[in-house]
C-alpha cells in the first residue's frame, strides 16, 4: 500500500444555472493569451448536446483514454508506443480547429475608419486564425440551453434509439468541466517527451513547458480532450488546477467564482498501488465501485503510518469530497469508461425529474413521487448512467433517491411536521441532515478544505518547475519565432503578491490586473524582478 | 588547388562544426522553451499527413544513406563483398528514390506552407529561410545523385568521403576533395549552411526525437524538490 494524497473536485450539477461565470474568470486568469483563444480550461457544455470539442464523447472516432487489449490488459486505445512514434509525423487522429471553432475578434477599427455613408458602420469579424473576414458559425457553448440540435450528442445516441426527443421528454441540465487529474491519466501515458506528470504531493496533472517538443500526442490521448495545443508557442497547455492558488490554501478560480457555490475541494487519499488494478476491471460497469475501492479512509490505521503532513491527514478527516463521493456516495465519477479514473466528481442533477413531475401536476417534492419518476423516467436517468457510470443506472438511482429523500424530508423538516420520517434510501436522520448541510449551507471554509503545499510549513511556497508564464510572453516575435526565450518560472497569482494583497489595505503600485493583461509584455509588478543577465 | 578553396575545406568544415555545437547549446540553455517542432496540424492536416510522414521517412532513408556513403571506405565495403557496381546501383536506385521522394514532400510541405493561409500567417522569417536552404540542398543532392547516374571510378567515394572522414579525425584531405566535380562542391557548401542553421531553426527539433518513450513507465510522477 503507498498512500497518495491528491486534491480532488465534486460538482454539484442541480445547482449549476449554466451562467459561465467559471468558463470566463479561468479564461482571463489562464488563457487570454494569443495561441489559446480557443481554449477553455474549464467549459459549461448544456446536455444533452454536442460537448466542446463538438462531439468529443464519441471515442470510436477519437481514440482517448484506455481500453484493455485481449490480454486484459491497459492499452492506450490510440495506440501503444511504437505506434505512436510511428505516427508522430503527422498524428492521425487530432482534433483540427474546426472541431473546436475558429475563435475570432472584431475589427473595431472599421467603427471609426469607415468612409462617411448612411449605413451605420460595423465591427466585421475576423478570424484570429486565418486574420481573414470570418462568418461565426461555432464556438464553445453553440448549442448553449438547447440551443441547437442535440441528436449529435454521443450519449444521446446510446441511450434511446429514437434519438430525437420529444418536447415533453425534452430534458436538460449544465455540465461544467475541467480537466479531471486523472489517477491513471492517458495524456501522461501519451507524451513521448514525459514532459506532461502527475505531482506526487497533490495530484495535479501539468505540462513542463521546457520538456514539452510539441508532438501533440496527449491531445489525442485525452478522453475529454481537456488537453489543448498551444499554436503561438506550439506546446501543449491544460488546466493547471490553479496550482499556484492551491498551493497557498486557496481555491481554484472556477470554484472561488461559481455563483452556484457548487464546488467543493478536498483531500481524497488513495492506494497508488492499486490504480492500475483498479483502471483495468473488466467489466466497465464495475470501474466505479473500483475507483471508489482505492480510495483510502482517511480514519484507517494505516493512514497514520503513511508518509503524509499532519495538516493533509486533518485536512482528508474533514474533506467535504469524500463525504460526496464515498459516505454519501451521491457524487459520480464523469466517464468511468474511459479507464483514466477521473478525480472531478459529479452529484447529479434530480431537476430533470423534479421538473417532469411537477410539469405533470404531482408534487415534485414528495419522496413516493419522486422515487417513483426516477425509476419511470428511462431517458433522463438512462443518460446520467451513460454520463456517470457506464451505463449501470443503480448508483445513478442510489445517487438521486438519496438527493430525493433528502428533498422532501427537509421539506417535512422545514413545515415544521412533529415527526418527520425519513424516506427509505439508506441514510439516516443525522446523515440526512449533514448531508442537507454539506449541500446547502456550507461555508466557504467547509466547502474548500484544502491543506498548503506538502512538505512546507504553510506560508513558505517555493514555486513549481513549471509554468504556463514566461518572459515575454507569447505572441512576441523573438529570434526563434514567437515564442522563445527562457520561461522565468513564476506562476500568475505568485506567493508573494497574493500575500501582500491579502495583508496590506492599499493595493501596491506594481500589481498588474490580471483581467486586463491580454499576455503580451511584461506589466510591472507581474514578474519579479529580472535579475541582470550576467 | 587554389589557396582559397584550400581554406573553404579546411576552415569552413571546422567554423560549421563550432557554430552547430555552439549554438545547440547556447539554444538549450537560453531557448528550452523555444524548443519545438511548432506543429501546425491543428490549422491543416490533409496535406500534412500526406507530406510530413513521406518527407521524414524518405529523409530517413536519405540520412542512413550519407552515412553509409560517406562514413563507410570504398575498401571496407569491398572487403565484405559489395563491389563498386553493385554499390552504386544501389545507391543510385535507393538514394535516387529517398531523395525524389523528399524532393517531392518537401515541395508539398512549402505548398502548404505558401497556400494555406492559417500556416502561412504561422510561418516566421525564419522558417522562410531554413525552408529555402533545406529545399536547396535537397535539390541539389538529388542532382549530384541524378548525375551520378554513369558510374565511374571517380565518385564522391573517393573525393567527398575521404574528405569528410578526414574533417572527422581531424586531417581534412584537401586533395581529395578538390577533386570532386562542381556539383558536389555546391551540395556539400549548401549542406554547411544548414548544419549552421540547424540550432537556430525549427530543425533543432529533430534531436529530441523521443525515443525514452519507448522505456520509460506511462504515468510519470514528478515531486517538488523540497
Ligand atoms: C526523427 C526525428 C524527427 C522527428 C520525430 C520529427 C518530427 C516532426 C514533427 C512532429 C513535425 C511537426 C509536423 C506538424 O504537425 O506540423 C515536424 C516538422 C518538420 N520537420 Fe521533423 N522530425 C524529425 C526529424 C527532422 C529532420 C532531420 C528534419 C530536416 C533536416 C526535419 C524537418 C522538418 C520540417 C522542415 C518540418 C516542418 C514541416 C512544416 O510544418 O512545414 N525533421 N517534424
Ligand atoms: S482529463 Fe486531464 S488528467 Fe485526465 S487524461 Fe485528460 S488532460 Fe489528462
Ligand atoms: S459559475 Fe457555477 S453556476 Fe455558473 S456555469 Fe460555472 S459551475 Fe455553473
Same mark, same amino acid.
Given at each position: !500500500? ?6 480532488? !473536485? ?22 487570454? /493569451? ?35 487489449? /485481449? ?30 471553432? $475558429? ?96 505531482? $506526487? ?127 454519501? /456516495? ?13 478525480? =472531478? ?7 430533470? =425529474? =423534479? ?106 511556497? $517555493? ?72 | ?28 540553455? &537560453? ?109 541539389? @543532392? ?5 548525375? @551520378? ?32 566535380? @562542381? ?29 525514452? &518513450? ?6 510519470? &510522477? ?5
Amino acid at each position: !500500500m503507498r498512500i497518495m494524497a491528491q486534491i480532488a !473536485m465534486v460538482m454539484n450539477l442541480d445547482k449549476c444555472i449554466g451562467c459561465h461565470t467559471c468558463s470566463v474568470t479561468c479564461k482571463q486568469t489562464w488563457t487570454n /493569451r494569443p495561441g489559446v483563444e480557443y481554449v477553455w480550461f474549464n467549459n459549461v457544455e448544456t446536455r444533452p448536446g454536442q460537448g466542446y470539442p463538438r462531439r468529443y464523447e464519441d471515442q470510436d472516432r477519437w481514440r482517448g483514454g484506455w481500453t484493455l487489449n /485481449r490480454k486484459g490488459k491497459l492499452e492506450l486505445r490510440a495506440g501503444g508506443r511504437l505506434r505512436k512514434l510511428l505516427t508522430i509525423f503527422a498524428n492521425p487522429i487530432m482534433p483540427s480547429i474546426q472541431d473546436y471553432y $475558429e475563435p475570432w475578434t472584431y475589427d473595431y477599427e472599421n467603427l471609426t475608419n469607415a468612409p462617411l455613408s448612411s449605413d451605420i458602420p460595423v465591427a466585421p469579424p475576423r478570424s484570429l486564425i486565418s486574420g481573414e473576414p470570418t462568418k461565426i458559425s461555432w464556438s464553445a457553448n453553440w448549442d448553449d440551453s438547447l440551443g441547437g440540435d442535440p441528436s449529435p450528442d454521443p450519449v444521446l445516441a446510446q441511450v434511446s434509439d429514437q434519438v430525437k426527443l420529444s418536447f415533453e421528454e425534452a430534458f436538460m441540465f449544465y455540465l461544467p468541466r475541467i480537466c479531471e487529474h486523472c489517477l491513471n491519466p492517458s495524456c501522461v501515458a501519451s507524451c513521448p517527451s514525459g514532459a506532461l506528470y502527475k505531482r $506526487e504531493e497533490d495530484g495535479i496533472v501539468l505540462v513542463d513547458q521546457d520538456r514539452c517538443r510539441g508532438w501533440r500526442m496527449c491531445v489525442t490521448g485525452c478522453p475529454y480532450k481537456k488537453m489543448y495545443f498551444n499554436h503561438k508557442t506550439g506546446k501543449a497547455e491544460k488546466c493547471t488546477f490553479c496550482y499556484p492558488r492551491v498551493e497557498v490554501g486557496l481555491p481554484t478560480v472556477c470554484s472561488e467564482t461559481c455563483v452556484g457555490r457548487l464546488r467543493y475541494l478536498g483531500v481524497l487519499l488513495y492506494d497508488a498501488d492499486r490504480v492500475s488494478a483498479a483502471a483495468s476491471v473488466p467489466d466497465e460497469r464495475d470501474l466505479y465501485e473500483a475507483q471508489l475501492d482505492v480510495f483510502i479512509d482517511p480514519d484507517d490505521p494505516a493512514v497514520a503510518s503513511a508518509d503524509l503532513p499532519p495538516d493533509w491527514v486533518e485536512a482528508a478527516r474533514r474533506s467535504p469530497v469524500y463525504q460526496l463521493i464515498k459516505k454519501y /456516495r451521491i457524487a459520480l465519477p464523469l466517464h468511468p469508461e474511459y479507464r483514466t479514473l477521473p478525480m =472531478v466528481w459529479y452529484v447529479p442533477p434530480l431537476s430533470p =425529474v =423534479v421538473d417532469a413531475l411537477a410539469g405533470t401536476g404531482h408534487d415534485g417534492e414528495d419522496a413516493v413521487n419522486l422515487f417513483a419518476a426516477i425509476e419511470a423516467l428511462r431517458i433522463p436517468v438512462g443518460y446520467l448512467a451513460e454520463l456517470f457510470t457506464a451505463g449501470d443506472p443503480a448508483p445513478v438511482n442510489t445517487a438521486l433517491r438519496r438527493l430525493a429523500a433528502m428533498r422532501s424530508y427537509m421539506r417535512a423538516v422545514n413545515l415544521g411536521e412533529p415527526h418527520p420520517v425519513p424516506p427509505d434510501a439508506g441514510l439516516s436522520e443525522d446523515e440526512l441532515r449533514d448531508m442537507y448541510r454539506l449541500l446547502a449551507l456550507a461555508r466557504y471554509d467547509e466547502r474548500y478544505v484544502i491543506p498548503t503545499a506538502y512538505g512546507n510549513p504553510p506560508g513558505v511556497v $517555493e514555486e513549481g518547475v513549471c509554468s504556463l508564464d514566461y518572459d515575454g510572453g507569447p505572441g512576441m516575435q523573438q529570434p526563434f519565432g514567437e515564442a522563445s526565450g527562457r520561461p522565468v518560472p513564476v506562476s500568475i497569482e505568485n506567493f508573494h503578491g497574493l500575500k501582500e494583497r491579502q495583508t496590506s489595505d492599499e493595493i501596491t503600485h506594481d500589481r498588474v490586473n490580471l483581467l486586463n493583461w491580454d499576455g503580451r509584455g511584461t506589466p510591472a509588478g507581474l514578474f519579479p524582478p529580472r535579475r541582470k543577465k550576467s | 588547388m587554389s589557396w582559397g578553396e584550400s581554406m573553404l575545406w579546411i576552415v569552413a568544415p571546422y567554423i560549421t562544426i563550432v557554430i552547430f555545437v555552439g549554438g545547440l547549446i547556447w539554444r538549450y540553455r &537560453y531557448d528550452k522553451f523555444g524548443w519545438t517542432t511548432r506543429s501546425s496540424q491543428l490549422y491543416e492536416s490533409r496535406l500534412l499527413r500526406v507530406a510530413s510522414p513521406l518527407f521524414h521517412y524518405a529523409l530517413l532513408f536519405v540520412i542512413v544513406g550519407h552515412i553509409t556513403g560517406l562514413l563507410i571506405p570504398r575498401n571496407w565495403m569491398e572487403a565484405i563483398g559489395v563491389s563498386n557496381h553493385a554499390y552504386h546501383v544501389n545507391a543510385l536506385t535507393w538514394g535516387g528514390i529517398a531523395g525524389l521522394a523528399t524532393l517531392v514532400a518537401v515541395g508539398l510541405l512549402i505548398y502548404r506552407r505558401r497556400t494555406v493561409g492559417p500556416v502561412f500567417l504561422a510561418t516566421t522569417n525564419n522558417d522562410k529561410t531554413m525552408y529555402a536552404v533545406l529545399a536547396l540542398a535537397i535539390l541539389s @543532392g538529388v542532382v549530384t545523385t541524378v548525375a @551520378g547516374f554513369v558510374p565511374s571510378e571517380v565518385s564522391y567515394r573517393t573525393t567527398v568521403a575521404p574528405w569528410f572522414r578526414g574533417v572527422l579525425i581531424l586531417q581534412p584531405d584537401v586533395t581529395a576533395m578538390a577533386h570532386a566535380s @562542381g556539383l558536389y562542391k555546391v551540395h556539400t557548401l549548401i549542406g554547411m549552411v544548414l548544419i549552421v542553421l540547424f540550432p537556430f531553426s525549427r530543425l533543432v527539433h529533430a534531436l529530441s526525437a523521443p525515443l525514452g &518513450y519507448l522505456f520509460r513507465p506511462y504515468i510519470v &510522477y514528478r515531486r517538488r524538490p523540497r
